[in-house]
């Protein structure tokens, strides 16, 4: 198996020159990071779900999530791809690598919780199940290991720590605290960890700049830029339904 694209993707998690993943749906979506010059491409989950016809929560079938992944992949070829694939979709790590790999993507998301139901998954059996996804991808993916305390809570530093390390230790290159946008909070939870850390950019979040001092090494917009265009798309049809010139 190839490990340049994620060896590159590696080295761009940089703590303090953050890789800011403007993350994408579908290979138009792609297409316009790669033009953008960013470095790296991501997909979402929850967008991609919905571009399918789904909602999100592990109910899109997984041969679609990962023909998405495959031509979002295509859409940008040379350029690394991190796929967002929830908890596995039901996967066993073997498959699941082997069904990223097939796809293209050079890194993965995934998640703590159970989706569509909220409710945290023991961290012992997360960080075993991170470890098995490692054993068979070797360097081939970046794992970013999604922490979601403060997502489904109780929200605390000392368990989000807690679980990153053990997430660490079982193989994964990033903890991804969903939703944390404290500033203190971030800034602590960067220096107790002391790996590369991602922060979900939201309307709260500290700016790009900010978080780049506060040591973060990824940004990601998850399905935040797929819901504006959506707002955008109802506002043009809406000026059609009207009689308005929608451009």
């Known amino acids: 198996m190839t490990t340049d694209n994620a060896s590159a993707l590696r080295a761009l998690h940089l703590p303090g020159t953050p890789l800011i993943l403007p993350n994408v749906w579908d290979a138009a979506s792609a297409r316009a990071v790669r033009e953008a010059g960013f470095p790296a491409v991501a997909t979402s989950s929850a967008a991609v779900a919905r571009?399918?016809?789904?909602?999100?929560?592990?109910?899109?079938?997984?041969?679609e999530m990962m023909a998405a992944v495959a031509r979002v992949a295509r859409a940008v070829e040379g350029v690394p791809v991190t796929a967002d694939v929830e908890r596995g979709y039901g996967l066993k790590p073997a498959e699941l690598v082997g069904r990223l790999l097939e796809a293209g993507a050079a890194g993965c998301n995934l998640e703590d919780s159970l989706p569509g139901r909220g409710e945290l998954v023991d961290p012992g059996e997360q960080a075993e199940f991170l470890a098995?996804?490692?054993?068979?991808?070797?360097?081939?993916?970046?794992i970013n290991a999604r922490v979601d305390v403060y997502l489904y809570g109780p929200a605390s530093?000392?368990?989000a720590v807690a679980r990153g390390r053990r997430y660490l230790e079982a193989g994964a290159d990033c903890v991804y605290p969903i939703l944390l946008a404290d500033e203190d909070e971030i800034a602590a939870l960067v220096s107790e960890l002391g790996a590369p850390v991602n922060v979900y950019f939201g309307a709260?979040?500290?700016?790009?700049?900010?978080l780049a001092e506060l040591g973060v090494a990824r940004i990601s917009f998850g399905s935040g830029l797929h819901e504006a265009s959506?707002?955008?798309?109802?506002g043009l049809i809406a000026d059609i339904r009207e009689g308005r010139r929608p451009f």
């Open 51 to 63: 571009v399918l016809g789904y909602d999100d929560g592990e109910l899109t079938p997984v041969g």
């Open 132 to 142: 098995e996804v490692r054993a068979v991808a070797g360097d081939a993916l970046v």
């Open 157 to 159: 530093r000392q368990e």
């Open 204 to 210: 709260r979040t500290p700016s790009l700049g900010r």
């Open 230 to 234: 959506q707002a955008f798309t109802r």
